[in-house]
């Protein structure tokens, strides 16, 4: 996000705050950020304050930041759930100054060597619960959406959670547990490595993404990723059932139903 | 095949047969073939057949190919099941003629206009049980890799079929379920359009794949298939049992395992 708001001069000073000092200075080498900072210092020096850490960790922070802030400052996450950190900040005096914010996307790779300022071109933004923000929190947070090139949709913070269980938290599960599959029944890794098709590569891609991210999003997004976990699961019993009983007739209907997808992902 | 083969100057004439005359023409249309033909004229005025049809077609069809081939002419499959295909020819008098042959490329789209002559570089292709090949005949084979640019592995039949359940199979089954998951309990088809994550498209981008052809593939290769997916179920169960126990110990366990295919793809 820096590096694009840079890119496009909407941001002309970031200080960057990690506990990662490696990650610190490889930032401030590439160009994302231009200071290294106390979270204190860059919160109190800043318009616009962007906290991008796991979600367990938002919690724990945004109520800190939204201390420091005054009614000129905005602050935005871009976590994966959204119930428990707005929960946890519903009493704050400065609540409105917060803008709960989800772009949906994202890669499987993580640090500031990962980075790209062509990363959210085209895809879609949430803003959640924008009756709760202040006018001129959210009229910020729409600039920032408009220089990343994101389009904008607003929902309740519990509709947001009910919806990245499904489209977003449980292709990871898939993706981590179809890595495990293979891992545990294929031995010879080298065959992996020069069989994997690209189709292989494409639903296991996900897996490579770190559990310090998703742990806490599993666990905020519990009760929704286990419902979601579970039909899935049922899904997966109706082609076991069709194969065993080859009842190919089902099978085939369970993959043209599939194909519906085609309609509704262009 | 036929595109790059014709680019790379191997194939200096092509004949192109199908039941669907559509796809026909616009395989000469684009320039994919150069004479629409019957089965039987192509076959015996070809150096080289390439049968690239549904893998319960090609055992039908294939028997009647090597009927009319001479020991000049070779022919190759390039379908996602071995043994079944191998089987239905094992005791015909021209099975040496024959090169079973699977590219490890494949898109979710289908018919002459989503031809590529980038298709499958870089990528693995395998020739199974080739000691029951003419040499010839294998030999003509390997150009035809070389000049896909194809790198070749070689396996028996079984073996290959074990592979591509992990490999290729199980991916498409998770991708298919996971789209009726998805389209189950998200009756809002907007919102996953609008929401629709990268990551999400990526794991249900098989989903797809049509069932003429991979219905045949589940059918023929339905006990390799049920094994990787009881053990995928399997797998789903321990994320949902730590989820469900907040063993969120087990969970990150899961996560880092999982990682260990950052190593295996690159």
Not at 14 to 21: I, L, P, S, T
Not at 97 to 125: C, D, I, Q, Y
Not at 184 to 193: C, G, S
């Amino acid at each position: 996000m820096a590096l694009k708001l840079r890119e496009r001069h909407f941001a002309d000073y970031v200080f960057g705050v990690d506990f990662n000092e490696k990650h610190l200075e490889d930032a401030k080498k590439i160009g994302i950020i231009d200071e290294i900072s106390s979270l204190e210092n860059a919160v109190k020096n800043s318009e616009l304050i962007i906290i991008a850490i796991p979600v367990d960790a938002t919690r724990e922070v945004l109520p800190i930041v939204l201390n420091w802030v005054n009614d000129h400052q905005t602050v935005m996450d871009v976590g994966s759930t959204k119930s428990g950190i707005v929960e946890a900040v519903k009493n704050h005096p400065q609540r409105k100054r917060f803008v709960p914010f989800h772009p949906m996307w994202g890669t499987e790779n993580s640090g500031p060597k990962s980075a790209t300022a062509l990363s959210f071109e085209g895809k879609a933004a949430v803003i959640c619960n924008p009756n709760d923000s202040a006018e001129n929190a959210l009229k910020l947070a729409k600039e920032v959406a408009k220089n990343l090139d994101l389009h904008l949709l607003y929902m309740s913070a519990e509709d947001h959670d009910i919806h990245t269980a499904y489209i977003s938290h449980i292709s990871h599960i898939t993706s981590y547990a179809l890595a495990n599959t293979v891992l545990e029944k294929e031995r010879e890794e080298d065959t992996i490595f020069q069989l994997a098709s690209t189709g292989f590569s494409s639903t296991v891609r996900l897996a490579k993404s770190h559990p310090e991210m998703w742990v806490p999003i599993f666990k905020q997004n519990k009760e929704n990723v286990l419902d979601v976990l579970n039909e899935h699961i049922s899904q997966l019993r109706k082609f076991k059932s069709a194969l065993e009983k080859e009842n190919f007739d089902l099978l085939e209907e369970l993959i043209r139903n599939a194909n519906r997808i085609r309609g509704i992902l262009k």
